[in-house]
């Protein structure tokens, strides 16, 4: 009745996304970037953009939040090695900022990038 409940942040996308709300403003998303494990649309109430692979649709969303919503600031959930990719796909944000250590979460990463 301890070791699991004691461990089991630490294997979830929960307190991440309850972190993405504590922290974030009215107008600033949360993007699944290659993700398709389910967790975060359960606990995100199916209110996140979901993008399990990357590409066009993926950037064009991107601008299109920059340039027509104004979106300075979006959060993305990812795994912790796939951080490197959505650099890669952003393209160059003013920061990019991986929100949640490796001894949090070893599984997902909560990620916020300024425009």
């Keep these: 009745n301890v070791y699991l409940p004691d461990v089991a942040p630490h294997w979830s996308a929960g307190p991440l996304i309850a972190r993405y709300y504590h922290q974030r403003a009215p107008n600033e998303p949360l993007l699944a970037f290659q993700m398709n494990w389910k967790g975060e649309n359960f606990y995100s109430g199916n209110q996140l953009a979901s993008f399990p692979s990357t590409g066009q649709p993926f950037r064009d969303y991107i601008v299109k939040l920059v340039r027509e919503r ?9 795994t912790p090695d796939r951080v490197n990719s959505l650099k890669m796909e952003l393209g160059n944000p003013k920061t990019l900022e991986t929100l949640t ?15």
């Design 101 to 115: 250590p490796p001894t949090l979460n070893n599984k997902f990463a909560l990620v916020r990038a300024t425009f």
């Design 70 to 78: 104004d979106v300075k600031t979006m959060y993305f959930f990812c």
